[in-house]
């Protein structure tokens, strides 16, 4: 029952307001005549682009880039987004993964607006409540279009200078912040690394030449981040694992799931390892903190049972998802009320890993196979749930709107794992 789950004992106290919990909807929404701070104008077509290091592939780009110009706001500012959309022929929009949108701008096409056609233009207002590693991505046709390029990075920061390592594969190519092969970026003293993992599956990093702590998970801080050594971090496909490396006054080099792509910082030559053996558990890093609800005074418990059978999808056959024994499109919503206190089981009986995506909203991790999470509060916004693994998750329902839930493996969700979180 939710009363066995952790987190009861350090409710207590007050706290700070933690981030990705919102006041109120009015803290998210700007008001229409407030002028932006941050205006960018994104314009999409389909053509060649060039991979630095790997030659030139036909897709998609944004300012004829792939990825599209990273977006950089401070905290509290005010971000418009003008996307003209002017060779996509089947349309797209741009979602703002990890930041809790109001529903209206999360850009999910079919459920909060219409596909963007090659013509059209359509603007993105919406505030950086929260300090935060995010990446952007169009949300039509997304299997094909983000693999194919439409996507890049946006950093919500508290002013600081950052190093960022964003992870995409064209084709079977992985490579870094839109490059192939060892690609350098400049750093000294302290770094804040912000990996992001644009891919479809799960992906290690490591560091080879100096020590790291885990500062952020999917945009918000650790607690009490302890010093790692020859461990690596996992990045759950659409997560985003923030790192500081302190420099040893040499480069040191960041492994990237063990490919000829890596990113070295700093001048000269980088000490090239493997993967370590070893891999930081995310449920036992840093120290507990205060939570802004009590998971163990839950309002609603939802089951998301994922499971794989023979079946018909749009009248083609295949092996399809299902969620709680049912095959997408007669797949069950979970409902709640605003201010709900929600408390989930996902468990992933399907042979399959699946890094599940909940839009608008952050989830807590309360276990992981009944063992409980004792280290800092782990929010989430994308979960690697491994075959046979379960997890308790805990959230709460403060953002009105219909907001999608599905598996981040692109592919896996227009093969039926999506669902929808509704506000009744
Ligand atoms: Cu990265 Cu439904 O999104
Ligand atoms: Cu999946």
Known sequence: SA??????????????????????????????DRPADVSVRLVARKERFEIAGRGSMRGYTLNHTSPGPQITAKQ????????????????????????????????????????????????YRFVAVDVGTYWYHSHQVSHEQVKDGLYGVLVVSPGTTDVVAAVHTYDKVRTVNGGYGERRVAGTGTVRLRLINTDNGPMAAWVDGAGYRVLAVDGTEVNAPT???????????????????????????IGLGGGPTTLVIGEGDAPAGREPADRVDLLSYGKPAALPFDPAAADRHFEYRIGRRPG???????????????????????????????????????????????HGHHVLVLSRDGVRATGSPWWTDSLNVEDDETYEIAFRADNPGIWMDHCHNLPHAAQGLTTHLMYE
């Open 227 to 253: 010093p790692v050594e020859g461990k690596s971090v996992l990045v759950t496909a659409g997560g985003r694992i923030d790192l500081e490396i302190t420099l040893p006054g040499k480069a040191v080099r």
């Open 312 to 358: 018909f999808l749009d009248g083609k056959p295949g092996l399809w998802w299902t969620i709680n024994g049912h095959q997408f499109p007669d797949v069950p919503m979970f409902m709640v009320a605003e201010d709900d206190v929600v408390t989930m089981t996902i468990k992933n009986g399907s042979g399959q890993v699946h890094p599940m995506h909940l």
């Open 3 to 32: 009363m066995e789950m952790g987190y009861a004992d350090h409710g207590g106290g007050p706290s700070m307001r933690p981030m990705h919990h919102h006041q109120s909807l009015a803290e998210l929404k700007p008001a229409a």
């Open 76 to 123: 509290g500012e005010l971000i418009e987004v003008t996307l003209v959309n002017e060779s996509v022929p089947e349309g797209m929009t741009l979602h703002w993964h990890g930041v809790d949108v109001p529903a209206a701008e999360d850009g999910v096409a079919g459920i909060t607006q219409d596909a963007v056609l090659p013509g059209q233009t359509f603007v």
